[in-house]
């Protein structure tokens, strides 16, 4: 069941999209050139802590892995796809792309976001994996308003990626969004006629996070049990939003 939430829970997610992007800006404009993939777990951290917020990711149950995660970030570099985890020994050079997920629950509500930055100096392939991803996703939100469906947010990633030369990843997908970090329904980038499409209805809200490679879609979970890479070592990047259906269309809120 897809849970509809009223004006005033919208904005109490708003207050926990916002601390996430406030936390993901200044991560991000972190990762240059020495500094580890831990370094931006410790400052993320703290800002959670200093705002009274609850990381959504750190002891989170995961039945694939058999166990609980331990950090407040995902951090995945190059090949890495998603739940890369960060390490004081995964220092960033340049060249390298950094795909950085994180979330909070702030006063019972969640807030989901991620983004992925260049270390330095990257190379053109990379950079365009970068906008195409992101484009994807905006596109992806112009389709979040009453009346249209399901498919047609998933459809719009797929058909922008694909005409633009890269491949989506399928074992992974966005999700619902409330007073749980993972809710109905399941929004993959990809449109699976497996799965029903529902029409979009005032109050709902989505965390829709486009996971784009620059080679074969294909994937696989490193022996950590948590860190997935595409298989053929290509670059990944991974952007995403929390994104309100409302009567004015849709409402962003994980950025001002």
């Not at 990711?57 to 995945?76: D, N």
């Not at 992925?116 to 939100?141: F, M, W, Y």
């Not at 399928?170 to 409330?178: D, F, M, T």
């Not at 990944?236 to 929390?242: G, K, L, M, V």
Request: proline share 4%; net charge negative; charged share 25%.
């Amino acid at each position: 069941m897809i849970v509809r939430k009223t004006q005033a829970e919208i904005e109490k997610m708003r207050r926990a999209g916002l601390l996430v992007h406030e936390i993901l800006t200044r991560v991000g404009e972190m990762a240059v050139e020495a500094v580890s993939t831990w370094d931006l777990e410790v400052a993320a951290a703290k800002m959670m802590d200093d705002a009274g917020a609850k990381p959504a990711f750190k002891g989170y149950y995961v039945p694939a892995a058999g166990e609980r995660y331990k950090y407040v970030l995902c951090t995945s570099v190059n090949s890495e796809i998603v739940h890369g985890m960060p390490s004081p020994k995964r220092v960033l050079k340049s060249g390298d792309l950094v795909s950085i997920d994180t979330g909070v629950s702030l006063d019972g509500w969640y807030g989901d976001s991620a983004l992925t930055v260049g270390v330095g100096e990257i190379n053109e392939e990379a950079k365009r994996l970068i906008r195409i991803t992101q484009e994807s996703l905006e596109l992806a939100i112009e389709q979040v308003r009453e009346g249209k469906r399901l498919f047609d947010i998933c459809g719009t990633v797929e058909k922008y990626v694909v005409e633009n030369g890269f491949s989506i990843v399928r074992e992974y997908v966005g999700h619902g969004i409330g007073t749980q970090l993972h809710e109905e329904p399941q929004i993959p980038n990809y449109v699976d006629r497996r799965n029903e499409n529902p029409r979009l209805r005032e109050g709902m809200v989505f965390a829709i996070e486009p996971m784009v490679n620059s080679g074969r879609p294909e994937t696989k979970v490193l022996k950590d049990r948590w860190t997935a890479v595409t298989k053929d070592g290509s670059y990944s990047a991974h952007f995403e939003h929390c994104v309100a259906v409302t009567a004015n269309g849709p409402y962003v809120l994980t950025r001002p």
